[in-house]
């Protein structure tokens, strides 16, 4: 067994802001305007930062907050100097919108309903500072989505009825069934976000319907049948959809694939993995489903592609186990739920292979039930609206193993030694900060920022964390 420990970090901004134990913490990053807004919530306040590039205050908001108007956190809203904090009030159908104009030091509540009357909500999300919300109408293959402008949402539908989609057991079956199935890597009415905020987690990236937001369009990921990954792309300046089936590898030369697969979106390109217990395949393809490059690791070889050891993470990034064997590796995927995870840094692919467990506590069963048991609600059950902090978090209380591999972006490997990460880093300060208190982390000037109020300095910290 093999401890870790974390190492000193220089703090990049000092705030005068007191937290305690339930304060929340959510952030606006604008990197063409160099600022970043701090949203510190508890159930009296909201405190509100405009942050230069270099996170000193240039100026503040700070207004009372009704817990009962102002709930839940659903997202937020860009438009020029304004900035929009959509709310669930404590009736699931209002939403409460909040606006700050920093230039007039002010801010006012709005109110608007939005009922799904014969839909469930799957994903909320903002995407070029327009925040979204998609919902799938009962028994059908129809998406709607929900935009938010001028103070109201404007309904966009996304019939697919025309098309057809595989489920769980490799039948054609209808959308809204297959986003309906309840299962422990992908709770009911649910999609994983994969965002270029922070590294994605193999735990986030382990789920089997994915989305991911890339420039003016919407990516859902499908790899709930075991023969493709399928994908449908929702373009957002005129609504329209593409569908199409990326096959996926084949152990074996039969219609009925062993194993189990996933995928990841990376940019304009596709990987995909499948896992058995005595071998791996790991193939690059175009969006159009063509390969570009394919490699194959059998129990009894050493693995031609990895830049690090085999790693076993048991609940905390401190207590790992280095395992010696690829046979370990594949017999544990095989054993676990398959994830692969990719980021481009500098011409490089990062890319990440491994298994996931579910969580220990094992209240991936009762969350999903929770979600799917909702009827017209607005906001679905989450541990927080910060997904780099869900990211960051996700790897507790699991068993992940994992080998770090690295690319050239024509997917060729590079034999070079493994380069740490900021995000790896943030995992390692994170651990020894744990009881620092309103813990926020996001992506700013190419740099990663911790940040958390400590009890003993008594002020909010920033940490920053290179690549």
Avoid at 153 to 174: A, M, P, Q, V
């Amino acid at each position: 067994m093999q401890t870790l420990t974390a190492f000193s970090q220089e703090i990049a901004s000092e705030l005068p802001i007191n937290c305690d134990k339930k304060t929340d913490v959510f952030q606006i990053v604008e990197e063409k305007k160099n600022q970043a807004l701090i949203f510190y919530t508890d159930k009296k306040k909201i405190t509100a930062l405009r942050l230069d590039n270099s996170l000193n205050i240039m100026d503040s908001i700070k207004v009372s907050r009704n817990p009962e108007e102002l709930k839940t956190l659903l997202g937020y809203n860009i438009n020029g100097n304004n900035y929009s904090i959509l709310w669930s009030g404590s009736k699931s159908k209002n939403i409460a919108i909040q606006s700050f104009d920093f230039e007039k030091k002010e801010t006012l509540v709005k109110h608007t309903t939005l009922d799904f009357e014969n839909e469930k909500l799957f994903k909320k999300l903002t995407v070029n500072g327009v925040f979204y919300m998609l919902t799938i109408v009962k028994a059908s293959n129809i998406i709607n989505l929900y935009k938010f402008e001028n103070d109201s949402f404007t309904k966009k539908t996304i019939d697919l009825s025309e098309k057809r989609f595989l489920g769980y057991e490799n039948r054609f079956d209808l959308l809204y069934t297959i986003i309906s199935e309840n299962r422990l890597s992908d709770p009911a009415f649910t999609f994983e976000l994969i965002s270029n905020e922070t590294p994605p987690s193999l735990v986030l990236s382990s789920s089997k319907r994915k989305i991911y937001s890339q420039e003016n369009q919407i990516v859902l990921t499908l790899d709930v049948c075991k023969l493709y990954t399928q994908i449908i792309r929702i373009n957002l300046n005129d609504f329209s959809a593409q569908c199409q089936f990326i096959t996926q590898p084949k152990i074996q030369d039969t219609d009925y694939p062993t194993g189990d697969s996933n995928s990841f979106v990376l940019n304009d390109k596709i990987v995909q993995m499948r896992s058995k217990s005595d071998i791996l395949l790991l193939k690059f393809k175009n969006q159009n489903g063509e390969e570009l490059k394919s490699y194959e690791l059998k129990a009894d070889e050493e693995i031609p592609f990895k830049n690090s050891d085999i790693i076993q993470e048991n609940g905390s990034v401190n207590n790992v186990r280095i395992l010696d064997k690829s046979n370990q590796l594949i017999r544990k995927i095989d054993n676990l739920n398959p994830s692969i995870s990719s980021y481009l840094l500098d011409d490089k692919i990062y890319l990440t292979i491994g298994g996931v467990s579910p969580p220990q506590n094992n209240n991936a069963v009762m969350y999903g039930g929770m979600i799917g048991g909702f009827t017209g609600a607005i906001i679905a059950v989450a541990l927080t609206s910060n997904y780099s902090m869900n990211n960051l978090n996700s790897y507790n209380k699991r068993k992940v193993v994992y080998v770090n591999c690295v690319f050239d972006t024509d997917f060729n490997h590079i034999d070079t030694e493994m380069q740490k990460l900021a995000f790896d880093k943030v995992r390692f300060f994170a651990e020894e900060k744990k009881f620092y208190l309103g813990q926020t982390v996001f992506k700013m000037n190419n740099a990663l920022y911790f940040g958390g109020y400590s009890p003993d300095k008594k002020k909010y910290l920033f940490y920053r964390f290179n690549d």
